[in-house]
Each structure stands twice: as structure tokens, then as C-alpha cells.
């Protein structure tokens, strides 16, 4: 069941969502057996950015009902310090790596991009537009004109396939869809995670009450929304998106199992990436391309 | 970055046990009762020998969900407090829905686990004497490594805080060990780090291993810090994954920058913090 | 732990989400102890057009992982049937009544608000701006310019509390919350269900490849989620425009507890709805509000 | 719309037993096997004598979710298939993971429940004879009605058909049925309205009740259309209620707009059905 997917042939439709695995910690825990059973058809890489990033102080989780509050902060290394130090790791992997960067203004990003299009060992670069615009504070990638401006400008930058990751705290996902497609995305991965929020969590059968007012649990103040709770959302939207645009598309959000995964690709995705259930089982994805493939038609 | 200087650091603890990939499904061996806590057996026949501070994730197989606000939904971490050929023994202390429904477990119903995982333990250098500072459910990776040092034939001696006379029965779990309870219902009454600096009295060449509430662990680090004695902590933090996926399970690190529990711990070298975040200890 | 709301005195903060109890089925079901034992400080009718409506077609209904998505289409008798035969019967409730309304177009909402003045048993109105703008497709209530226009052409219509019930759907809802409150709203609602859809279920046990290409489940197309699941959303949009606005915000989603509905109110509610949970338990309202004052500090 | 003239059409039942208000927490007192299918049985002191047909909503007390794909959430509808002073009995189903954990469930664990709830059968007129007709677990109303008519010394004759024989074994739930399966090991063979058509042949002046899947519903629907031989159907339909508030569980009804199954059913007269959609009906 290979799949071509932008240019890139893969062994098989499922890939990892950025941020949710990390192939040289994972490697460092699991040792070999991480390469011979890679779980995932191509690697894609946490979020990079220009400078180096801390994150956000903990704490950094929370869990929902059948879901995950992550504020992460997107800490790395920076570009120079991902580029020297661990792209070469990463280029041992035995699947193609994708690079994911994110930048505040088309200037950044741009340089990101150019940066990665110099390195032979990147397959493709998908942007994360869930960046806050620094002035108006919303998403670059909510705004379907201001996301196109930035593909322009952008796109010109590399040869490699520039895959847009949407945020889903839009009013019309489809529309910033159509807006990267214009701008000259070769294909877009959605769903990025949905804003969400805690408070100090209630102690173990006791009341919250009595100690409000109560403070944001989370480091960062709010965070995202992932796991089977967003599932049914991502569906959504990857539906609504795949109707809309010719470039393909990577759909996730919520898939635990491959009739999940067959949900998104049934609906019109061309992959699909697995997050927040590799966390309760790094082979996740391993088993999900597999159980696809067993219950292939034919 | 918390992948860099803290492995280099702890380099030489490199040589750790290494998790099968993947989590895998094993069978309850058995439950038992410990006092305020329970001792949870499975039967992990593929599983290597864990190193003392290495820790698991675990989820029942079974309706693992649907608990208090419709949780747990990820795997939850557990030292392992003991192993034996194809057995390993974790602690469990009941404080929510997680540990709750591990607690109902019994023989030959499926476990989810992943592991060992982390860094455990460095062992002593030159056989120095070692002191094994535990509170609460935190004594559990003390178990093992009691176990370890023992047959390494280093000269342990255990050191216990609990809350109550029904949670001090949980020192079992360690053979000769001086146990304290707030309480004062057990043993000396009062703070665990008093029972610490009188051992330290006796012997300012000792090694300090510790494990337990958040500020246990800061007394401990603190008294350490103050006597130059070496000292090895072993963190918490909530955890979504367990090796290095999600980066949700920092603590600050000295010098700036944040330290992974679960892959850059959760065994630090004292010397790595400023101070132990208010997080990063065993439930109280 | 009486409560007052736009003018109205309340005896506690709980009422319930539009759409989510049919007062009068749930008399003829639980007979006179629904009045006695009534779960709610108010009563917000399900959303009322000014045409009748049927609603989609069967299946409704799509359970998820701690969540429900729900495809109904807001079936209901059309405005004149409701206040003729419905209205008089919801007067006899112990609580007040506050009236949903939803229109296409700012007369046909002007429209729906007068009929209501007119009526001394509404003692608020609240508008359903979820509704797709003809034109656009998208929800008139996820454009701030578009949402302050209608707020103000309706405004004039009525001297009873108006509150607006956003749209989650928005890129910024706290602008829209502001736009509400410059048009002339009297309080805020949110959060609606967000966006969601299903296939065509997975025979228990089987998978769902062999079927593939699947149709959508819901009978409608698509739906939108609420629960558990959209709780943590909830309280990250309720807080964002508590933070924002000066009239008083009603907050919803995922409350199942008093817990919850204590999140909700710490953020800045002045009401909180109970909407899915009331499906899991009719008294749930009741034992929230009950639990709620158990807990109350001092 | 669906509250109204259908109210008003079965409005000789809206005498009917009136739910509690709330679910309520009861404790299950049984869980025997019968066949394919389970029969649980609740001790439940306080409902009031539910009408045959009426339904009640069904939810473990505990861990009710962590399921297959991190179900259930809502609570499941199941109508009551006998009730004897403070103990009600249901008939169940494995078909998914609500099912599934409540075949789990053991004498002393918890329940919720709300009901009764929905319209049941209306009792025939000038004591005809009644034909209780169903399909697979789609039985379980019809052993309730059966007690009562018999209580009435109404003449009943039940005609039951199932899958296999494994699910054949329910047909014990009621007294002297013909039972029919499709695969023919047992009984007729061949479906269960070849077996009514044959009873309405020797009398045209009996009533039919019915519960089922819904093409078996359809069937008989259809063959009591053309014959004029009233027939009450009991409906199914996936609820989030049970109660009228979520307009969820619609069925198209005779004339345009829906009804309601859980308010205006789960019995309708099949003269309000043009017929009976395909997600209407038991697990086949
Ligand atoms: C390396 C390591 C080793 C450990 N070893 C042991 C051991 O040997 N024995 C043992 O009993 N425990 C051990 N723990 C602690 C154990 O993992 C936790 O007690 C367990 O995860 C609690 O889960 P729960 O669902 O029972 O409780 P939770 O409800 O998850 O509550 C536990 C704590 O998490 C926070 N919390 C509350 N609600 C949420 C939420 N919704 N999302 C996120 N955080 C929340 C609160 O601070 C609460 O006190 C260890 C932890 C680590 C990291
Ligand atoms: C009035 C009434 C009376 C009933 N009486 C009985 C009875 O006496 N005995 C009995 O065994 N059953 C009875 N049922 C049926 C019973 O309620 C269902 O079998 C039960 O709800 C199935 O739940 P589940 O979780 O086991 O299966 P589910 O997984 O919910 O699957 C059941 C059906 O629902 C659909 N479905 C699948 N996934 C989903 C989803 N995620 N969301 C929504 N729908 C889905 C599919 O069509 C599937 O076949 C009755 C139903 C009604 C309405
Ligand atoms: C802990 C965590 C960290 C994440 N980090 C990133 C990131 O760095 N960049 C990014 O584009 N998406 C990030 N995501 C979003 C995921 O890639 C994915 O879009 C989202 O989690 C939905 O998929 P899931 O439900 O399968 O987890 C992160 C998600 C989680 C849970
Ligand atoms: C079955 C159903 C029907 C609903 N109908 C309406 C409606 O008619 N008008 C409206 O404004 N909101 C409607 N809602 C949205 C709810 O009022 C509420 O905003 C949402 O469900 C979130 O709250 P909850 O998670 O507590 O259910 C409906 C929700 C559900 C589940
Ligand atoms: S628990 Fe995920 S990185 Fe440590
Ligand atoms: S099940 Fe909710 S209205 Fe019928």
C-alpha cells in the first residue's frame, strides 16, 4: 500500500504529527529496535524555529476526557543548533524526514525555509502557520489573505514540497486551505490542536470550590487540545478541506486505531498522521499502517 | 536543550537497560496489601532486568476511561519497586482515577506496560555508605535498589517519612529501615531529613538516594547541598509518554533551560537543580 | 446563592443549553415532579425560526469518545405555533423563560425579537447567530463587523434582556463577544458545538475498510460535538471573553459537575448551562446546583 | 411536529406509568445466561409497575466508558422485558461497548437508570386475539406483554424468530412460542411473518404486536397494511435521552415531519408509518 505523496513515495500512509515523537529520544530508549520497527512511513520533525526556545515553564499537561492539554511551548534547539546537531541524527532514520518550522513574519519563515531547502537530507517542509500574528495576536494561518501573501513569499524559496499545517481555530478552514493552495503549497496537514484551557485541578474526591479563585493550571496559562476528543472535529474539517483543494492532504486528529485512520483517508486525505495515542504506545503507528493494510479492499 | 549536557552529565550511566519498543500486554500475577498502599505483581517474561529508578507506563487493558470526570486516558508511570526473574512489583498509592483503577486489578487480567524507562541510579563510588531517603509511596524505587546495593554488598541504610501509621506499614517494603511519621503515631515522629542529617553526623562520607513528596526532596537536596554530600534524587511530573515524545514532563534545570523526567531522569544528580520544583515529587 | 442576570433574579446559577430539554416532554415523562423538583434557575427554549422547521433526516446522533455529535437540524413549530401553543404552557414553569431565536438575515431576527417583546411570559431573548450567513456559507456570528450590524438593527426591537450565543467556529471569539456588546447585547453564551462529523459506523468488532467508500453517518451531513469532550475548549473561550467584555457571560460545554460549572464561574460566567449531561441525567441541572452551594467557601 | 397529534392519536395510553424524576442509582441482582443473549435483573424498589413496551435508560455505575473507541458515553435504552414487585428484567445483547460492559455487570454492582419511560402497547379491544411477533433480541417487550394478556385472558399466540439456534435459545423468555430461524436449525425456518401469515389466514380479526429488526418490522407492517389487521410496532432507534430533550431518535412519519420514538413511542401504530426506516429496528 505505498503511497506517493508530494513527490515522496512512501512505504505507507501513516506518518507522525509534529511534536509528538521524538526519533532520538525514542532511540536512545528503545535502542535499535527503533529503526528496524520505525513506526512511521516519514519522519516529521517538532517545530523549528529561528532562535532557540525554552518552552513554556511546567506544569505542561493536563488531561481531558479522552484528550490531552499539551502547552509545550514549542521549545528546540533553534535552526543553526537542529541543522549541525541533530538533522544528522535524524537523516540516519530509515524514512525520509520533513521538517517542520514555524516563524512570526514571512521574513522568518522565509529564511527557515531557505535554510532547509540548502540541506539534502530534508525531504519536504511543512510550515506551522498556528503562529500568533505579533500584532494582532491571531494566527498567521487564520487569515486566509494574509496566509496566501505569506506563501508567495515563501514559496519561491524551495524546490523541496512545502506542506502547510492549517490551524483549526479558523472560521473557514477550507478558505485558509484555498488560500495556501494559491500561494503555492503543494499540500496541507490539518488538525493542528484546538484551544483550549485548566484550572488547579480539584484534589482527589474533594471540591474545587473552596479554594477559588483559582489559578491556570498550565505553565503557559492556555494550551491545545488533541486526542480522541478532537476526533470527530478533524474529521470534520479534513472533509470539508479535501472537497475544496487539489493538492493533497495529510489528515489527522484523534486516530488511535485504523479505522480511525480509514475515516481520514475514506474522507479524502492522502496520509495520515498519528500524535498524541503514539504517547500511550510509541509502535502506534506501526500497528495502525498495519491493521490498514490487513483490512485493505481487494 | 534538555537533551544535551544533562545526558553527557549522567554519562556514565549510559549502559542502562533498554525498553522492548512498543508497550506490551502482560498478565497480573497478583495484588496485594501493603498498609495504605498495594502491591501490584505482574508477569513481564520479555522484559529485561530493570535498573534500581527505572520506571514503567502502565494502563489496565480493560475499560481503562470512564473513571472520575471521565478519565484516565493516557498510560500512568510507575517505578518499579522490585523485580525477579520475569516478575516485576510496583507500589501503587490511590489518589485518582488512574491509580484507582489499577488498584482494582487482580491475578490474570491484562496490564498495558511500556519499559523500564529513564535513567536509574548511579552506584557508588568506592563503596561508600548509602542512604536510602524515602517518603511516602516514594520508597518504592528505594526497594530495588536496596535489593542492588545489597548484593553489591555497599553498606544501606534506610530512611522512611510517612504520613500515618497506616501508610508507615509500607516500609516492609525495605529490610532494617528507620521509619518517622508526621504524625508521630510510628517510629521518632517529625521529618525524615532529621533521621538524614543525624546519619550524616555519623558519617559525612555517605551517599544520599532519595525519592519522595516535592518538599522532601528539596530538604534533602538542600541538606546535601549545605554538606557537600552527593546526592541523587528521584523526580515525578505528570507524564504524557514517558520517552522524551511529548516534552510535558520538565523541571527546571540549573543554569536555565528545562530537564526531561522521563528521559533525562527521573533520577537526577542533585548538583543538576537549583531547587526541586513544587511538581516533581511523589503524591504527599 | 441567588444570582442576578441581566435583571433577572435567579435562585442559583445553572440553567440549561438551548436544544438540550423539552420542558414539556419531560412533564409529560417525570409528571408533576418535573415543576417540583425543576433543575434549572431559568428555562432557554430550543433555538425558534420564524418558519417551522422539520429537521434532518435520521440518524441524529453519533456518540464519541466522551462527547456526542449531533446533526438534529433545530426542528421546531415555527414562531407562531411556539408562542400559541408552547409559550403559554412554558409560563406555568417555576422559573423564567428565556426564548432562543435564530434568522437568516437581520429582519428576519428583528422580526423574531419583537414577536417575542410582545410577550409578557419572555423574560429574556437569546439570539442563535450559528447560523450560516446565506451568502457566505459561514456563521453570521463569526464575523465581529457583520455580527455588531445585526446586533444593532435588532437592539431597537426589545427592552427584554437580549444575549447573544456565539458561535466557537470564530477565529477570534472574544472579538465577537465585543462586537456583541457594542451592538447593544445585554450578555453573551457560549460555547455552541463545535464542528464535526462521522462515517458510516465500524461493525463491532469489524473493520471498516471492507466497506470503504463510506457515506457520512448523520443524516445531515455533519453535526457538532458537545460533552466532556469540549470541555477544556469551553473553558478556554468562556475565559477569553470573560476577560474581555463588561455584560455578563453565561458559560457552557462539558459541564457535568459542579466541578465544571465551579471552572466555568472562577473564569468569569455569571451562569453556567448544563446541556449533553441533562441527556445522561434530567435532574443533572439540579444536583450541579446543588453541589455548588454545598460547596460554596464560607 | 412530533408532540403533536401523535400525542393525541395513542392518547388512550397517556394514562401511563410516569419515570421518577432523575436516573436512579439500583443495584443488579442477577445476570443469567440465555442463549446469545444475557438477562439482567435489577432490584429496583422504588420505579413504579412499568406498562408493557415502556423502555428505561441503562448506564454502569462504574467505568461506563474506556470502551472500544473510549465508549460508551450515553446511556443505553432497553425495554423491559418482565417486572415482578421491586425487581425489573432486561434482555440484552452484546452488539457494541454499552452492551458489552453491561453484560459485564454482577449481582451487587451499580446501575443507573431512568424510566420507565416512552409509550407502551395498547391492550386489544373486545379481547381479540393478540399475535406477538419477534425478531432476535427484539423479544424482550413482547414477554411483558405476554404476562399481561395473559393476566387480561387475552388470547396470545407468539411468533418469534431468531438468527441461529444459539440466539433460538431467548425464545424460553415467553410461553409457547413458534420460534423460526433463518439458517433453519430450528424450527420452520424461513421468516417469522411466513409464520404470521399463516396464523391471520385461520383469523382475520387478531391484533398484532411486533418487535424486531427493522425489515421484519417492515414485513409485518406491510402484511397487516394489506390485510387491514391493526398492528403496534415497537421501535427502535439510537437515543441520547430517552426523554424528548435531544430530538434525536426520530423515525419519518406518515403525512411528513418525524416522531419522536422515545416520546410518541418506542409503540407506534403502523398506520403512522409509511414504513419502517432502516435504522428503526433491534440488532438484527
Ligand atoms: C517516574 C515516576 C514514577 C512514579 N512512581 C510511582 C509509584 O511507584 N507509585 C505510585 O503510586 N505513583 C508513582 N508515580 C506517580 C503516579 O504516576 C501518579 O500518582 C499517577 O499518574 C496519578 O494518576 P491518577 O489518575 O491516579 O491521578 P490524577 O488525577 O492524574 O492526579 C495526580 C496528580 O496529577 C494532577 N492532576 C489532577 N488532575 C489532572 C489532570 N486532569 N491532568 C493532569 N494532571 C492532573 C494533580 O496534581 C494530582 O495530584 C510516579 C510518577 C513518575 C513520573
Ligand atoms: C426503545 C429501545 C429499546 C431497546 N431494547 C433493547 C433490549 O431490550 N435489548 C437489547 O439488547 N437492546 C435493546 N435496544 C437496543 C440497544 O439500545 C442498543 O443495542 C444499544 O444502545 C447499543 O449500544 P452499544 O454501545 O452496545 O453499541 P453501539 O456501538 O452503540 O452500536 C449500536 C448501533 O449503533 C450504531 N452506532 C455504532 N457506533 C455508533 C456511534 N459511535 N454513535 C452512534 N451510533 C453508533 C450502529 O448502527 C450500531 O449497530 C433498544 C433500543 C431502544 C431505542
Ligand atoms: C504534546 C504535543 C506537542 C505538539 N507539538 C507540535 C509542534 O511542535 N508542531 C506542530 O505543528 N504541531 C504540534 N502538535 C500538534 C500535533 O502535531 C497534532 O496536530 C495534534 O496533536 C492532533 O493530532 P492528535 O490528536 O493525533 O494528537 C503537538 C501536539 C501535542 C499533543
Ligand atoms: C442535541 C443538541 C441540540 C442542541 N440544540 C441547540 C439549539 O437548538 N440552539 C442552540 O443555541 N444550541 C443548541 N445546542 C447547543 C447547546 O445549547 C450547548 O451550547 C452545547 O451543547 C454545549 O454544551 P454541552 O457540552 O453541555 O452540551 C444543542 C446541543 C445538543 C447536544
Ligand atoms: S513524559 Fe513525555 S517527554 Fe517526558
Ligand atoms: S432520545 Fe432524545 S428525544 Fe428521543
Known amino acids: 500500500m505505498s503511497v506517493e505523496f508530494c513527490g515522496l513515495k512512501l512505504a505507507h500512509p501513516v506518518i507522525n504529527g509534529s511534536g509528538t515523537f521524538d526519533a532520538l529520544a525514542a532511540r536512545a530508549a528503545f535502542g535499535p529496535a527503533l529503526d528496524s520497527e520505525f513506526p512511521f512511513a516519514a519522519y516529521v520533525s517538532k517545530t523549528i524555529t529561528l532562535e532557540p526556545r525554552r518552552g513554556n515553564p511546567p506544569p505542561r499537561l493536563w488531561e481531558t476526557p479522552a484528550g490531552l492539554v499539551n502547552s509545550i511551548g514549542l521549545p528546540n534547539k533553534g535552526l543553526v543548533c537542529y541543522l549541525a546537531e541533530d538533522l544528522p541524527e535524524l537523516a540516519t532514520l530509515p524514512v525520509p524526514v520533513i521538517t517542520n518550522v514555524m516563524g512570526s513574519t514571512a521574513a522568518e519563515i522565509a529564511a527557515l525555509v531557505e535554510a532547509c531547502d540548502a540541506r539534502a537530507e530534508i525531504s519536504a517542509v511543512e510550515l506551522n502557520v498556528s503562529c500568533p500574528n505579533v500584532k494582532t495576536g491571531l494566527d498567521i494561518g487564520a487569515d486566509p489573505r494574509q496566509l496566501e501573501e505569506v506563501l508567495r513569499a515563501v514559496r519561491p524559496r524551495t524546490g523541496k514540497p512545502l506542506i502547510v499545517k492549517l490551524t483549526p481555530n479558523a472560521a473557514d478552514v477550507p478558505a485558509c486551505a484555498l488560500a495556501a493552495e494559491a500561494g503555492g503549497a503543494d499540500g496541507v496537514s490539518l488538525i493542528n490542536t484546538l484551544r483550549a484551557m485548566a484550572l488547579t485541578p480539584v484534589p482527589h474526591g474533594g471540591s474545587s470550590a473552596r479554594q477559588s479563585p483559582r489559578r491556570p493550571w498550565l505553565g503557559g496559562g492556555s494550551g491545545g487540545l488533541s486526542g480522541p476528543a478532537i476526533r470527530a472535529v478533524a474529521l470534520a474539517q479534513v472533509a470539508a478541506v479535501s472537497a475544496r483543494v487539489r493538492i493533497p492532504v495529510v489528515g489527522m486528529g484523534g486516530v488511535s486505531s485504523a479505522a480511525h485512520a480509514r475515516d481520514l483517508l475514506d474522507v479524502g486525505a492522502t496520509l495520515v498522521a498519528v500524535g498524541t495515542e503514539s504517547f500511550r504506545d510509541p509502535a502506534a503507528g506501526a500497528r495502525i499502517a498495519r491493521d490498514l493494510l490487513a483490512a485493505r479492499p481487494g | ?284
Chains 1, 3 share one sequence.
Open chain 2, 1 to 284: 536543550m534538555s537533551d544535551g549536557p544533562a545526558a553527557a552529565s549522567l554519562g556514565e550511566r549510559s549502559d542502562r537497560a533498554i525498553a522492548p519498543f512498543g508497550r506490551r500486554l502482560l498478565t497480573v500475577a497478583g495484588m496485594d496489601e501493603l498498609g495504605a498502599y498495594r502491591v501490584l505483581r505482574v508477569a513481564d517474561p520479555v522484559g529485561p532486568r530493570p535498573d534500581p529508578g527505572q520506571f514503567a507506563m502502565l494502563a489496565a487493558a480493560e475499560r481503562w476511561g470512564g473513571g472520575e470526570d471521565e478519565r484516565p486516558y493516557l498510560a500512568r508511570a510507575f517505578s518499579i519497586a522490585r523485580w525477579s526473574e520475569g516478575e516485576a512489583h510496583y507500589l501503587l498509592e490511590d489518589v485518582g482515577p488512574g491509580t484507582e483503577r489499577l488498584c482494582e486489578l487482580r491475578a490474570g487480567e491484562g496490564l498495558w506496560a511500556l519499559g523500564p524507562l529513564g535513567r536509574g541510579f548511579a552506584m557508588p563510588r568506592e563503596r561508600r555508605r548509602a542512604l536510602l531517603v524515602g517518603g511516602g509511596v516514594g520508597i518504592a524505587p528505594l526497594a530495588i535498589l536496596q535489593d542492588t546495593l545489597s548484593r553489591k554488598d555497599v553498606p544501606v541504610r534506610a530512611l522512611l517519612g510517612f504520613r500515618d501509621a497506616v501508610r508507615a506499614v509500607g516500609a516492609a517494603l525495605l529490610d532494617g529501615a528507620r521509619v518517622t511519621t508526621d504524625d508521630g503515631s510510628i517510629g521518632a515522629g517529625g521529618l525524615v531529613t532529621d533521621l538524614l542529617a543525624a546519619e550524616l553526623d555519623q558519617d559525612e562520607h555517605a551517599v544520599v538516594y532519595a525519592c519522595g513528596p516535592a518538599p522532601m526532596l528539596e530538604a534533602v537536596r538542600a541538606l546535601c547541598a549545605t554538606r557537600g554530600v552527593p546526592a541523587q534524587l528521584a523526580l515525578e511530573a505528570g507524564m504524557a509518554c514517558g520517552f522524551g515524545a511529548c516534552y510535558g514532563c520538565v523541571v527546571p534545570r540549573r543554569g536555565g533551560g528545562y530537564l526531561r523526567v522521563c528521559v533525562d531522569g527521573p533520577v537526577i544528580d542533585a548538583a543538576e537543580l537549583d531547587e526541586v520544583e513544587a511538581h516533581a515529587g511523589a503524591p504527599a
